[in-house]
């Protein structure tokens, strides 16, 4: 009997997921009973307030934190603890500050036993990839904090993941750098067919990138919200769609 392979690379499931903490001697429950298919290739982006669970459920997605219930499946099998399929992007790039940038770059794959050559090869192939060629050999005090990012970026993808998780990645960023590395960040997703978690802040960016927002509200009282974007790529932020998303979404959390 032939199995026919269904399910795309870089699926993700979660089953039933509960996570509480203990904070100041009282439980604090932040995520409750959450289930969710991620196609893989998918662009999912998660908002809500702060302190709501959306760095948590990234960690949990990561395998940096275990669920106290439920489960995480990644192409059908489940998570314990990280693995090379997942790569995490944080708000700072925490770049290695005595490495250039195709050394920051290049060192993880030197870790998982790649020669020098093959790693710097295949380094640069991601450096060019986020528009860094120029400036492989500066230091990361010589960058600004666009670029820096970008190297966090092209690290992270060297190693090839099938599932990109982003927390706030462009949220340290000024305004004007932050809508370039959004049409950057859509472009390298296309190009990656990476599946891609984008934890922000920003309801704009959420529209502009991704296939559907999870909107996770304060405290666990009520279920997360799913929206779908259906805008066509490249997205235009003045569009009437989108616009009308915008103010759904801004609406959803008393914004106007
Ligand atoms: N290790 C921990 N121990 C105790 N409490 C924690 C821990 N990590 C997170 N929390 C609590 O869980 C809640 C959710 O935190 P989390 O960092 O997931 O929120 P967030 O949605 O990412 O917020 P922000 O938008 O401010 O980044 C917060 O109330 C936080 O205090
Ligand atoms: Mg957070």
Redesign the pocket.
């Known amino acids: 009997m032939s199995v026919v392979q269904t399910t795309r690379r870089g699926e993700v499931t979660l089953r039933d997921l509960s996570k509480s903490?203990?904070?100041n001697g009282q439980p604090?429950q932040?995520l409750r009973n959450l289930s969710l298919d991620i196609r893989g290739g998918e662009a999912l982006a998660i908002v809500?307030p702060?302190?709501?669970?959306?760095?948590?459920l990234l960690r949990v997605l990561a395998g940096l934190e275990a669920p106290d219930r439920g489960e995480v499946l990644i192409d059908g099998h489940p998570v314990e603890g990280v693995g090379t399929e997942r790569a995490i992007i944080f708000q700072e790039p925490r770049l290695l500050p005595w490495l250039t940038v195709l050394g920051n770059v290049s060192f993880g794959l030197q870790v998982r036993g790649y020669t020098a050559i093959e790693a710097e090869t295949r380094a640069r192939h991601y450096i060019r990839l986020v528009g860094l060629a120029d400036v492989e050999t500066a230091y990361p005090r010589q960058l600004s904090g666009g670029m820096a990012q970008r190297v966090g970026i092209a690290r992270a993808l060297t190693v090839q993941p099938e599932i990109l998780l982003l927390d706030e990645p462009l949220g340290a960023l000024d305004a004007m750098t932050k809508l370039t590395m959004q049409e950057e960040l859509a472009r390298i997703w296309r190009e990656e067919k990476v599946t891609m978690v984008l934890?922000t802040?920003d309801l704009e960016e959420a529209i502009y990138l991704a296939d559907r927002v999870l909107v996770m509200p304060k405290g666990t009282g009520s279920p997360p919200l799913l929206i779908d974007i259906d805008l066509p790529r490249p997205r235009e932020r003045n569009e009437a769609q989108f616009v009308a998303l915008r103010r759904r979404l801004m609406a959803q959390f008393g914004l106007h």
């Not at 702060?50 to 948590?56: D, I, R, V, Y």
């Open positions: 903490f203990r904070l604090l932040v809500g702060s302190g709501c669970g959306k760095t948590t934890v802040h």
